[in-house]
């Protein structure tokens, strides 16, 4: 009886183990390869970070330091709660939320916009996302850009990029604006400190065509931060 109890618990244990590993690789892994050795490296990164107990809500980490670009008034405070973050330490995914046909096909053209339309396309290009592993579009500084700014170089001059898994964005964009998108609620802190700058975060995923404005405007501040000025009008 013993060991028919043992045996039930070790299958129960390896079907929630392949259950979560799965479950895992369908967000997308963040630029971690979608294997076992992978998901166990994130699992171990995930014991740490919960010793460590950040709070990826709170901005004070985030210095007070550069320029804002973005404009106050087109990131009013966020509606409704947040949304519920998935378990694992990468990929940095929230759950998914309902979000309407036209908003969805906004917001997953947005990048080749931002990189189509003048002035923006000066400055910026589409490339297969680096810090996703190029399992999806990103929109990067041009490396002519005589302005750009030297910080990009600490997210590979990657601007943004978004998950099609759940519509949400990872952008960088300025400290300051970092700290406004998260204390209005748009987004959070990434997680994993080692391996990216303070204000590379999470925004949240919009939910109709109002707030996929909200987002273009988080973008384009992150684009002015990426070539070291205020670019505007266009998209």
């Known amino acids: 009886m013993a060991t028919t109890y043992v045996f039930g618990g070790v299958a129960l244990a390896s079907l929630a183990f392949w259950y979560d590993f799965t479950s895992w690789k369908s967000f997308g892994t963040g630029g971690t390869p979608p294997t076992l050795q992978g ?3 994130i699992r171990r990164w995930g014991l740490y970070l919960l010793y460590k107990r950040q709070n990826l809500l709170d901005p004070s980490p985030i210095p007070d330091t550069g320029t804002s670009y973005i404009k106050p008034q087109k990131v009013p405070n966020r509606t409704g709660e947040r949304p519920g973050i998935t378990r694992w330490t990468l990929p940095q995914r929230q759950s998914p939320e309902k979000i309407t046909p036209t908003a969805s096909a906004t917001l997953h053209n947005l990048m080749q916009d931002f990189a ?20 999806g579009p990103a929109i990067y500084v041009k490396p002519d850009v005589k302005t750009i700014n030297p910080m990009a ?13 759940e519509n949400s964005l990872h952008v960088y964009v300025s400290p300051q604006d970092a700290k406004l998108v998260i204390k209005r609620g748009w987004g959070q802190r990434f997680p ?3 391996l990216a700058p303070p204000s590379w975060i999470m ?3 919009p939910r109709n065509e109002e707030e996929v ?4 405007e988080i973008v384009r501040a992150a684009v002015c931060f990426a070539v070291s000025q205020n670019v505007q009008t266009g998209v």
């Open 116 to 135: 189509s339309t003048a002035p923006y396309s000066s400055y910026i290009e589409t490339r297969p996302s680096k810090t996703e592993g190029g399992t």
């Open 203 to 205: 925004v949240y995923a």
């Open 153 to 165: 170089h600490k997210i590979f001059y990657e601007v943004a990029h978004v998950h099609p898994a």
């Open 213 to 216: 404005e909200v987002v273009r």
């Open 192 to 194: 994993v400190t080692w």
């Open 39 to 41: 998901y166990i490296k």
